[in-house]
């Protein structure tokens, strides 16, 4: 096709990570939270909606980062996402525990208020790399890019339940912190 980029090798790794971590990093949140919610439907509604918010509001913030700053900001994003993810993956249970006593109302303001970092800066690294990639005259499609972060978000959430049922959720956890990891290494030049 005329005017069509291949995606490179980088951007490969970099979109098949954050598609991977994010969803398994989703996945991971859910199972903590249906014990402080009481039920999986709370759980799934009350997840994904402070993620989508959260990564709603995210993205709206990077779209206020220069496109110079882009790289200098994933080099601080993505290891404030690493760092947290792997915050929740020991200090999860014990703070659901001591939110266990609340009342379901208050239940569902804390398991809010812990998933919203979540999707606030996960929100970010994804339209930052398509904002760099379409301002590159030689970068990859943005429609190839959602579609590779696409299939590793399918291929993530099977792989994430078959670790999560091998290893446990702490590992399904530490696996998306090193996706995240791998996104940082891959991040846009």
């Keep these: 096709l005329l005017g ?9 790794v970099y979109f098949g990570a954050l ?5 398994i990093c989703e996945v991971s949140l859910m199972q903590r939270l249906i014990l402080l919610l ?28 220069a ?8 080099g601080w994003i993505i290891p404030a996402i690493v760092v947290l993810i792997v915050l929740a993956a020991f200090g999860l249970p014990t703070l659901v525990r001591a939110a266990l006593p609340l009342s379901l ?6 398991a809010a208020a812990l998933v919203f970092p979540f999707g606030f800066l996960m929100g ?11 301002q590159d005259d030689h970068g990859a499609a943005v429609s190839a890019l959602w579609g590779i972060n696409g299939v590793a978000s399918v291929v993530g959430s099977i792989g994430g339940v078959m670790l999560a049922v091998a290893a446990g959720f702490t590992w399904v956890f530490l696996a998306a912190a090193a996706c ?3 996104a940082w290494a891959a991040r846009p030049r």
Excluded at 5 to 12: E, F, T
Excluded at 67 to 74: F, G, N, V
Aim: aromatic share 10%; hydrophobic share 55%.
């Design 105 to 110: 109302s208050a239940r569902i303001v804390v």
């Design 4 to 12: 069509f980029h291949a995606p490179s090798g980088r951007a490969v």
């Design 67 to 74: 496109p110079d700053q882009i790289r200098r900001a994933l």
């Design 38 to 65: 009481g039920h999986p439907i709370y759980t799934l509604v009350v997840l994904l909606f402070a993620l989508l918010v959260a990564g709603g509001i995210g993205s709206l913030f990077a779209r206020r980062l």
């Design 124 to 134: 970010m690294p994804f339209p930052l790399g398509l904002r760099r990639s379409a």
């Design 19 to 23: 598609g991977v971590g994010f969803i």
């Design 180 to 182: 995240y990891t791998i």
